[in-house]
């Protein structure tokens, strides 16, 4: 059955896009009239992008648990709203229907308040992919605090930073988490970011894998005992909060061109809507069915298509703990055949990752019951494309390429599944309500010419529901990164082409931001953490094309003096790295050079050294403004 707000062919498609542009407060209060809400809301939108200041739904009232679980347990209660796969296949896997998830969510919710939380607190979520990580996260919701889920991947050093900006007073970790065949220490983690600090209230703990950790006295409480507390008192329900929709619903930090991250806040009535919209009509969700995403719960993606989009719309939705290589390269279509999956969700570095292993592990393998697959985080090349739709799709599933941000909280060009056309590697087109446009250089529209393909930056006119309302503690921040480049537009920091059908295809960032394995990193970030080390000097890092990541890390070093070898200094720099942010980050080549490519004012030429990274030697362009044109040479000889 199709859901009122669905579109169901490429006339509705058309149809819907224009009115949404035409008239976008009768578009979308049409959508928003399909959702649970406390009270109706004055104005619909309001907005301007110089501050910016955007309102969506002003006045109205909403708690989005109310959406994602109170209405579905009324009438559906014993439809299974989570599975759970473990990490270890032979472990026993969990389902909570959406009658028990809210109880747990309302049970959460009472501990929290029991533990001091209060609407607008910041809770810091730091776990594995275990079904109390939805938990505790919707359990945040439904009092109001805001959360903010730091990714598994992140070193003590950056949960302190993250917890300082967004002055959190309470965390909710694992003893440790499985990855693979790896244990994380998670609980151990949390321990060292909390060394000196002194806002830190509570600390709650949920045991995964019962690893030894210290507990400390007034600070450290177990998920379990404070949940049986609750249970005691006869609590299996709570109120959920009223929250204004304007309030924030969460922070999730994300890296950007400076060295620090940015906390993007999201609000939490325009995202309720865009995540479920955004949801149903992408990858046409039917009801029943079973949608699985592969992301993690601390990205953008897991929060917007494990959790929010899928729950609100009532779906079954598969959280994975484990990776897509354990315990071997068929574990996703074990996790296919065994839950009878039928979207499936991932990113083309998996994709390209699993191609590596060859057909073997798909041979066998019951993958009849997928309907549509989709991709996320990175361009997707013709070549994986072409193998996620033979061999996974066995040419009988759309395959639908999103494209969005963090910050844009919901996918914003896709096509969508079986209704409009697919091209590989393309994007496609923008879903309604977002009105895409190319500029150049100087901030110019750039115009279709005729037949060709038109190429520039890209710019986003106008409010979509979810976009981010400010980065947390600093708007000016959000103004300047998001806002300012050109006035007016939203510059989403993605170059592009645009074909003679309107179709986009995203080339990928245009400033000093990475994207390694989907996972987003700015340069400055990795330079900051290679010049904490003692003997460093100074650094650049760039990107390169990498077969499996689609990007790899390249830092060029200018050391003082090497201890012992350069393989053991190069070493040396992986661990601070991975102290300081994490081993996401850690650079893929190191090469030590004793100069760097700069201008008379002291301005690093990063296209230079991301040519010669990408093995271009040849082609440098104008080096004649360089300071020191014979440190190209010298660059170009050492390159690894
Ligand atoms: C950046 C956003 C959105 C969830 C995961 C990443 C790149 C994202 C695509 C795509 C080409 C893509 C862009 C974007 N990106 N999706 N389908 N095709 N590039 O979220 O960490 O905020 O990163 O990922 O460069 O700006 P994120």
Not at 208 to 225: A, N
Not at 547 to 555: E, N, P, R, S, T
Not at 585 to 607: E, H, N, W, Y
Request: aromatic letters at 10%.
């Amino acid at each position: 059955m199709a859901y009122p707000y669905q579109i169901t062919s490429y006339e509705a498609y058309t149809e819907a896009y224009k009115k949404s542009i035409e008239n976008p407060e009768a578009f979308w209060s049409d959508v928003a009239e399909n959702f649970t809400w406390k009270k109706k809301w004055d104005s619909v939108l309001d907005w301007n992008f110089t501050e910016p200041n955007v309102k969506w739904f002003s006045g109205a009232q909403l708690n989005i648990t109310e959406n994602c679980l109170d209405r579905h347990a009324k009438e559906m209660g014993s439809t299974p709203a989570l599975i759970w796969e473990p990490n270890d296949p032979s472990e026993k896997n969990r389902l909570l229907t959406y009658s028990k998830l809210l109880e747990r969510v309302c049970q959460f919710g009472q501990v929290l308040k029991n533990n001091g939380v209060k609407k607008g607190d910041r809770v810091c979520i730091y776990m594995g992919m275990i079904p109390e990580l939805a938990v505790v996260t919707l359990a945040c919701a439904r009092i109001g605090a805001i959360h903010s889920v730091i990714f598994g991947g992140f070193s003590a050093q950056s949960i302190a930073d993250r917890l300082y900006d967004a002055q959190a007073e309470f965390i909710v970790t694992c003893d440790g988490a499985f990855r693979g065949a790896k244990d994380i220490p998670l609980k151990s983690v949390i321990d060292d970011s909390l060394i000196g600090n002194r806002s830190i209230k509570k600390v709650i703990v949920v045991t995964r894998t019962r690893t030894p950790i210290s507990m400390l006295k007034g600070r450290d409480v177990w998920y379990e005992d404070e949940m049986k507390h609750v249970e005691e008192q006869g609590i299996h329900f709570i109120e959920a909060e009223p929250m204004d929709a304007e309030d924030p619903l969460f922070i999730l930090y994300t890296s950007g061109s400076t060295g620090k991250p940015k906390g993007v806040v999201h609000a939490c009535g325009g995202y309720m809507v865009y995540t479920d919209y955004s949801f149903v009509n992408v990858f046409q969700y039917k009801k029943s069915q079973i949608h699985f995403c592969t992301a993690d719960i601390g990205w953008i993606t897991g929060h917007s298509y494990i959790l929010y989009g899928p729950l609100s719309a009532g779906a079954t939705t598969v959280i994975f703990e484990g990776v897509p290589t354990y315990p071997d390269a068929g574990r996703f279509w074990d996790i296919v055949a065994k839950y009878k999956v039928n979207i499936l969700y991932t990113a083309p570095t998996a994709i390209r990752s699993l191609m590596g292993f060859g057909l073997g592990p798909l041979q066998d393998k019951d993958l009849s019951s997928l309907k549509v697959l989709g991709t996320v985080g990175e361009p997707i090349n013709e070549e994986a494309w072409h193998w996620y739709d033979e061999h996974v799709g066995k040419k009988q599933c759309p395959i639908v390429d999103t494209w969005w941000q963090t910050e844009t909280g919901g996918i914003l060009i896709s096509n969508l599944a079986g209704i409009t056309p697919s091209k590989p590697s393309w994007a496609t087109l923008p879903l309604p309500g977002v009105q895409m446009l190319l500029v150049d250089e100087k901030g110019e529209e750039v115009l279709d010419d005729g037949n060709e393909t038109v190429s520039g930056n890209l710019c986003i006119k106008g409010p979509w529901p979810s976009v981010l309302r400010t980065t947390y503690g600093d708007h000016e921040r959000c103004r300047t990164n998001y806002f300012a480049t050109y006035p007016n537009l939203y510059f989403t920091g993605d170059g592009a082409l645009r074909n003679k059908e309107g179709y986009y295809r995203i080339t990928g960032r245009v400033d000093d931001v990475l994207n390694v394995s989907g996972h987003r990193i700015g340069t400055a970030e990795v330079e900051n953490a290679i010049n904490m080390h003692a003997g460093v000097i100074e650094s650049a890092v760039v990107g390169y094309p990498h077969d499996v990541k689609g990007q790899g890390i390249y830092a060029y070093v200018i050391f003082g003096h090497i201890h012992g070898d350069e393989t053991l200094t190069r070493k040396d720099l992986l661990q601070t790295v991975t102290r300081i942010i994490g081993s996401i980050a850690k650079p893929d080549k190191i090469q030590f050079v004793t100069g760097l490519p700069k201008t008379r004012s002291g301005k690093i030429m990063r296209r230079i050294l991301r040519k010669i990274a990408e093995g271009e030697t040849d082609n440098l362009g104008d080096t004649s403004t360089l300071l020191d044109p014979g440190v190209v040479d010298e660059i170009k000889r050492g390159k690894l």
